[in-house]
């Protein structure tokens, strides 16, 4: 009986704390006003940790208490759930084997306007001049993957390698780019969509043949004490005024 006394207070803190969600850190620039909606809309508090999927995904088999788990691609939140240590139940639509797609990103180069690419091309990584150029580390980022493939795919990679700066995550490539740190970038739509690097910078949407699809996924984290208000964000996350919202910020919304 004891023992009951003590699980279940703890069972209460844990569904009255905020939601948290292990967030991709290509959604740094969107999903901080996404989830002030959610919270003004439904009055659950809500937080988020922005770091590179395959960083969070090891925070979570570690046992780092988050709810739901938003990928940038799909291979990390199925790693959990054939894990079982995160799910789909309860989605509508969604096989409980596999995430659920809420997004497709897009790999762009991103040069600073007063430097010596204004206007960025496939032509920009082929120029000698090029000194360093600025992706997310591939082992622990989709968009750093996918930028590898691109390189490749443009048989680019073996002359561009000694000028690659690995950068943590998109948004620290990002960074990298914009500070000057490196000459361009190969960073995602939602990056190079935020009114600071609009304003300092041009995009090239890179062609989407160049490298395969960057598919964004989400599943939950199957010990959250929390699974009513995952379903209820999720559907915040897929209803049509969000999907508008995320395709202005680089995220191709999906059915």
Known sequence: MALGILILPMAQAQQTGPLRIAAAADLQPVLPRLLEEFRKSTGIQIEATYEASAALTVQIQNGA?????????????????????????????AMESQPVIYARGALVLWTRKDGHWPNPSLDTLRDPALRRLAIANPERAPYGRAAIAALTSLKLLDALKP?????????????????????????????????????????????????????????????????????????????????????????????
């Open 65 to 93: 208490p988050f709810d739901l788990f938003l990928s940038a691609d799909l291979s990390y939140p199925k790693r959990l759930i054939d894990a079982r240590l995160a799910d789909t139940k309860g989605v509508p639509g």
């Open 163 to 255: 000028k690659l700066v690995t950068a943590e995550n998109i948004a620290q490539a990002a960074q990298f780019a914009e500070t000057g740190n490196a000459d361009a970038g190969l960073i995602s739509l939602t990056s190079a969509s935020t009114d600071r690097l609009k304003s300092t910078g041009t995009a090239f949407v890179l062609p989407k043949g160049l490298y395969p699809p960057i598919e964004q996924g989400a599943a939950i984290v199957s010990r959250t004490g929390q699974r009513d208000n995952c379903l209820k964000f999720l559907a915040f996350l897929f209803s049509p005024p969000i999907k508008q919202e995320l395709a202005k910020s680089g995220l191709t919304p999906v059915k």
